[in-house]
T-cell receptor
Framework: DTEVTQTPKHLVMGMTNKKSLKCEQH?????MYWYKQKAKKPPELMFVYSYEKLSINESVPSRFSPECPNSSLLNLHLHALQPEDSALYLC?????????????FGPGTRLTVL | GQNIDQPTEMTATEGAIVQINCTYQTSGFNGLFWYQQHAGEAPTFLSY????GLEEKGRFSSFLSRSKGYSYLLLKELQMKDSASYLCAVRPYSGSQGNLIFGKGTKLSVKP
């Protein structure tokens, strides 16, 4: 299995809703990442987990809350989002949190906040 | 600061060869990646260079010169399906070990 999977594919939510994005990989990778990508812009790093521990938080607002329940799963919990948070949310993984490892991306969740 | 530059848009003809350039100024350097991204889809890994020289993978080749802070992605025998954005990404050292800094991407349009 050489894929990173993400669910749901599309999500529409109101500003008062609570929802979660899920990411899964079974490649034995120990580093997992969340990126946010707005239309026609490159991906922006949000969080890095290494060995299930949060290693980097790129000054992301607290309405985004990551969770890594085990080495194969990465969640992003969403609460009280704003319309400007509408974007493609990409999950990626790499073998280690190491400069020489390529990152494999999931297909993304397209989020719309009304 | 970190800065990665690549052309915003390029147009080429089916069957031709196109070269997409990327220059970077980063606090450190530990590898350069090229990704392809079709509209509305996730990036797909194309190539990785950490040493100077040319890496070839089928119709795609990537070149790196660390002394010049320069890379290019070469696409041969262009096909219509190659129309996509091509993202250059660098892994610098400081404060972002293992992480990528992306350029803004080059939108390539392949015409018949």
């Amino acid at each position: 299995d050489t894929e990173v999977t993400q669910t749901p594919k599309h999500l529409v939510m109101g500003m008062t809703n609570k929802k979660s994005l899920k990411c899964e990989q079974h490649m034995g990778h120990r580093a997992m990442y969340w990126y946010k990508q707005k239309a026609k812009k490159p991906p922006e790093l949000m969080f890095v987990y290494s060995y299930e521990k949060l290693s980097i938080n790129e000054s992301v607002p607290s309405r985004f809350s990551p969770e890594c329940p085990n080495s194969s799963l990465l969640n992003l919990h969403l609460h009280a989002l704003q319309p400007e948070d509408s974007a493609l949310y990409l999950c990626a993984s790499s073998q280690e949190w190491n400069p020489n490892n390529e990152q494999f991306f999931g297909p993304g969740t397209r989020l719309t906040v009304l | 600061g970190q800065n990665i530059d690549q052309p915003t848009e390029m147009t080429a003809t089916e069957g031709a060869i196109v070269q997409i350039n990327c220059t970077y100024q980063t606090s450190g350097f530990n590898g350069l990646f090229w990704y392809q991204q079709h509209a509305g889809e996730a990036p797909t890994f194309l190539s990785y260079n950490v040493l100077d020289g040319l890496e070839e993978k089928g119709r795609f080749s990537s070149f790196l010169s660390r002394s010049k802070g320069y890379s290019y992605l070469l696409l041969k025998e262009l096909q219509m399906k190659d129309s996509a954005s091509y993202l250059c990404a660098v892994r610098p050292y400081s404060g972002s070990q293992g992480n990528l800094i992306f350029g803004k991407g080059t939108k390539l349009s392949v015409k018949p």
